[in-house]
């Protein structure tokens, strides 16, 4: 019986390894690639700041509608903070629901490939990530679930 066992747990072990899973997150403190977008809101990049939220969106999800409320009220909170949304969807749809929002320290990064999703490993929204000056993962999961807290700690 456990000779099965060991048998098993072989096969999972190497399952695991033979198919690695995409997983939607990096470790945090892991270095993620900066965005290269095929193209920003209005042309409007993004301005430099020590922390940045990554956040992938689409505007037929109506949980990130809210979220943009949020980031912004975060944002303003803490001027260290920049916000970077990346979507699939083309520039007519987001715009408006941008409008309120949209400055150099919060912009939309244009990803109608999906190369920056992919290479991310993003399969489900709203999901974001706060990273620090060198791209390293402090934070990852739902946007609404990032705190004052979470932003002001974050170094």
Same mark, same amino acid.
């Given at each position: 019986?456990?000779?099965?066992?060991?048998?098993?747990?072989?096969?999972?072990?190497?399952?695991?390894?033979?198919?690695?899973?995409?997983?939607? !997150?990096?470790? /945090?403190?892991?270095?993620?690639?900066?965005?290269?977008?095929?193209?920003? /809101?209005?042309?409007?990049?993004?301005?430099?700041?020590?922390?940045?939220?990554?956040?992938?969106?689409?505007?037929?999800?109506?949980?990130?509608?809210?979220?943009?409320?949020?980031?912004?009220?975060?944002?303003? #909170?803490?001027?260290?903070?920049?916000?970077?949304?990346?979507?699939?969807?083309?520039?007519?749809?987001? #715009?408006?629901?941008?409008?309120?929002?949209?400055?150099?320290?919060?912009?939309?990064?244009?990803?109608?490939?999906?190369?920056?999703?992919?290479?991310?490993?993003?399969?489900?929204?709203?999901?974001? /990530?706060?990273?620090? #000056?060198? !791209?390293?993962? /402090?934070?990852?999961? !739902?946007?609404?679930?990032?705190?004052?807290?979470?932003?002001?700690?974050?170094?």
């Amino acid at each position: 019986m456990k000779k099965q066992g060991f048998f098993w747990s072989l096969l999972v072990v190497w399952m695991i390894s033979a198919f690695p899973l995409q997983a939607q !997150n990096a470790a /945090l403190g892991q270095k993620v690639s900066e965005i290269r977008a095929e193209a920003w /809101l209005d042309g409007v990049r993004p301005a430099s700041a020590p922390l940045t939220v990554l956040t992938f969106f689409t505007v037929s999800n109506p949980v990130c509608e809210q979220t943009l409320e949020h980031l912004y009220a975060l944002m303003e #909170a803490d001027d260290r903070l920049r916000v970077i949304v990346v979507t699939r969807d083309d520039e007519s749809k987001i #715009a408006p629901l941008m409008a309120p929002y949209h400055s150099p320290r919060m912009t939309v990064a244009f990803d109608a490939d999906g190369k920056i999703f992919k290479s991310f490993g993003v399969n489900y929204v709203p999901f974001s /990530l706060l990273t620090d #000056a060198k !791209n390293r993962v /402090l934070w990852q999961g !739902n946007p609404l679930r990032m705190t004052e807290k979470i932003v002001s700690t974050a170094q």
